[in-house]
Nanobody, 127 residues
Framework: QVQLVESGGGLVQPGGSLRLSCAASGFTLGGFHIGWFRQAPGKEREGVSCISRRHSTTYYADSVKGRFTISRDNAKNTVYLQMNSLKPEDTAVYYC????????????????????WGQGTQVTVSS
């Protein structure tokens, strides 16, 4: 059974850091593009970052560029999102997702691209 489980969310003050983890079971993450997405109350889900399956090429939304870092550990079958210099506007439920397509070498942060989704983890940035 294909499953993605996010962890690492929580409450943090502005300027603080969190590291989110996305652990996979039932499949090997290394064979998929992996994306991180977030959804704030009353807003649509938006792409944050992604990492490609073969060469680990990364992509970031402008809103998080320079503050967030995505990485993968194939041995642990886990993808991480290191979030630094957090802002109140980063508050959202964060989801990881896997894209099984083999047609593209680069990942995308378009939600429609992704086939498998985790249940999400809450990140709240507040003083």
């Amino acid at each position: 059974q294909v499953q993605l489980v996010e962890s690492g969310g929580g409450l943090v003050q502005p300027g603080g850091s969190l590291r989110l983890s996305c652990a996979a079971s039932g499949f090997t993450l290394g064979g998929f593009h992996i994306g991180w997405f977030r959804q704030a109350p009353g807003k649509e889900r938006e792409g944050v970052s992604c990492i490609s399956r073969r060469h680990s090429t990364t992509y970031y939304a402008d809103s998080v560029k320079g503050r967030f870092t995505i990485s993968r550990d194939n041995a642990k079958n886990t993808v991480y999102l290191q979030m630094n210099s957090l802002k109140p506007e980063d508050t959202a439920v964060y989801y990881c997702a896997a894209d099984r397509s083999v047609l593209t070498s680069l990942c995308s942060i378009a939600t429609v691209t992704y086939d498998y989704w985790g249940q999400g983890t809450q990140v709240t940035v507040s003083s």
